[in-house]
């Protein structure tokens, strides 16, 4: 066993232990074949501790920490902690931290489906059940960088949580206790500190959680040279994650366990394209070769301008473009590329309405966007177009509202695509009747489910009979929705409402194609 830890099984089902040896040769005749010799790194130091053992993490950063692995030498294993009391421990445990991986998609053109054995992680702690073995890492001298990803809600100070829980109920306040046990073990001696990469899908993530941490520090009178020491000798760095993982495939499972040879109950999916910023210092390319291995990821000092790319161009594509192509009768992105005018209708969306407005230099932006129309394509992902519709009037207010201003301020007119797609969300919003699940509308001889905050719904029920004209004013004037009065924006209101009257009398495809 890595690390020397505990063997699972010492005292167990031996019946598994066996199961694990043998996918554990065959795991690593597999890696052998791909030509790195994982089990090299069965005495490897544990430098990375990463709180958050779900799939998007396994796909995503044991995945770069794996190729730095075997393409940069980086030599370190990734210790997982189970943030929440169920989980995946004791299954990660029984399979000694392997798994498979598929990559899968298009790029430059090509179909590609790359199946990796991940073996940098070492094991599982359940601090649930064994708090102290969590405490323990923190006297781990070799251990340097600690991951997370405890979803969009993980990252919440809630002074309800004590020092004296074992462990703390929220995970910033579980961070605040590893830390201080790292700063009696440590705190003494510089570089022994963090570098904390925070993944959740909030702005400034590792700010916000670097603020948490140092709530619980005053609130638990932790003192001030602790204070100090989190300031001082640890980097948060807010990071941008970009990947679409798919999980555990559970109708392909028993085929791919067959093929392989193996019973593998983490089998993880994503897409094969994948993009890191990590906003950080300059001294983090160094301790972090990831340029070496030549994986995409980046460390800059400013993260924004990538998010800002990544929101305004892959989600501003999907919303500004799904509403309108699931009126038309599409039911699925893929399936949308494969329309040559709803494919036209989002292109020139991204190309000549929302590149225009972004500040990174017009080749890098041009290129994620050739990326987005690969990965809209990927062949391995049915992605709903009712799922991404799922609280539409937020999203595109975040989404492509920044667009809308951005082009009307540079170049003195209406983006007619942009606006266009705010008449598709009114024409997708147009329901009849509301229920407990949602409003109902319709598309054809078809019934669907509208979902957002209960407040929108009322609203476009009230709407429901309005003409186009008055539709639009009402919408557009909605402060509650957009945090201003979008009708104060020179004849947004009257292009609305014209594109709503066509999209009634002739349908939104009809609209689209009038767009190009």
């Known amino acids: 066993m890595d690390q020397g830890y505990a063997d699972p099984w010492r005292d167990g089902d031996k019946s598994k232990k066996k199961e694990s040896v043998i996918m554990k040769k065959l795991c690593y005749a597999t890696l052998e074949e791909q030509g790195y010799e994982g089990y090299l790194l069965k005495e490897a130091p544990e430098r990375v501790l990463q709180f958050g053992e779900g799939n998007f993490l396994r796909a995503f950063v044991d995945y770069f920490f794996d190729m730095m692995n075997e393409k940069a030498g980086f030599n370190g294993k990734v210790v997982l902690c189970q943030p929440i009391a169920p989980g995946l421990a004791d299954m990660i445990n029984q399979q000694e931290g392997l798994y498979t991986l598929y990559l899968r998609g298009f790029e430059n053109g090509q179909k590609v489906n790359d199946k990796r054995i991940i073996s940098c992680v070492s094991r599982c702690l359940n601090p649930y059940k064994d708090y102290q073995a969590l405490m323990d890492c923190a006297k781990n001298p070799d251990l340097r960088y600690i991951a997370c990803n405890t979803t969009e809600a993980g990252i919440v100070y809630d002074p309800a949580c004590q020092f004296a829980d074992q462990p703390a109920s929220s995970y910033p306040g579980k961070l605040t206790q590893f830390l201080y046990e790292r700063f009696q073990q440590f705190g003494s001696q510089p570089g022994k500190g963090f570098v904390v990469l925070s993944c959740e899908l909030i702005d400034n993530n590792g700010k ?30 807010s990071t941008l994650v970009d990947r679409i993982v798919t999980g555990y495939p559970r109708t392909e499972a028993a085929a791919i366990n067959e093929e392989n040879g193996y019973e593998d109950n983490l089998i993880d999916t994503g897409e094969v394209f994948g993009f890191w910023v990590i906003e950080g210092p300059e001294s983090l390319k160094k301790e972090l070769p990831f340029d070496k291995a030549g994986l995409p990821v980046l460390i800059t000092d400013n993260h924004k301008p990538y998010k800002q790319r990544k929101v305004r161009i892959l989600n ?36 000549e309405e929302i590149i225009p407005t972004l500040t990174l230099p017009k080749e890098e932006l041009e290129g994620f966007a050739a990326s987005v129309t690969e990965r809209f394509k990927n062949p391995f992902i049915d992605h709903a177009l009712l799922a991404i519709a799922l609280n539409s009037t937020s999203k595109w207010k ?9 082009y009307v301020e540079k170049f003195g007119e209406l983006p007619k695509c942009i606006t266009a797609s705010f008449a598709f969300y009114i024409a997708f919003f147009s329901g009849h009747t509301l229920t407990e699940e949602g409003l109902t509308g319709t598309r054809g001889d078809q019934e669907y489910t ?48 014209g594109y709503l009257a066509q999209i009634r009398d002739k349908g939104t495809y009809e609209v689209m194609k009038a767009c190009l």
């Not at 140092?214 to 948060?236: C, M, P, S, T, V």
């Not at 975040?398 to 951005?406: D, F, H």
């Not at 407040?455 to 004037?477: I, S």
């Open 316 to 351: 501003g594509a999907h919303t500004s473009m799904v509403l309108g192509a699931y009126l038309a009768g599409q039911d699925i992105v893929r399936d949308c590329m494969e329309d040559s005018v709803i494919q036209g209708f989002m292109n020139k969306t991204i190309y």
């Open 398 to 406: 975040a989404r492509v509202m920044p667009s809308l201003k951005g």
């Open 450 to 497: 509208i979902k957002d905050d209960r407040f929108v719904l009322e609203f476009f029920a009230e709407h429901k009979n309005d003409d186009p004209a008055a539709m639009a004013c009402a919408v557009c004037a909605n402060e509650a929705f957009w945090g201003e009065d979008l009708s104060k924006l020179p004849g947004f209101e009257e292009a609305v409402a």
């Open 208 to 237: 916000e959680l670097e603020k948490c941490v140092l709530q619980y520090a005053q609130q638990w009178a932790l003192g001030q040279d602790f204070e100090k020491w989190i300031q001082e000798e640890n980097i948060f760095c």
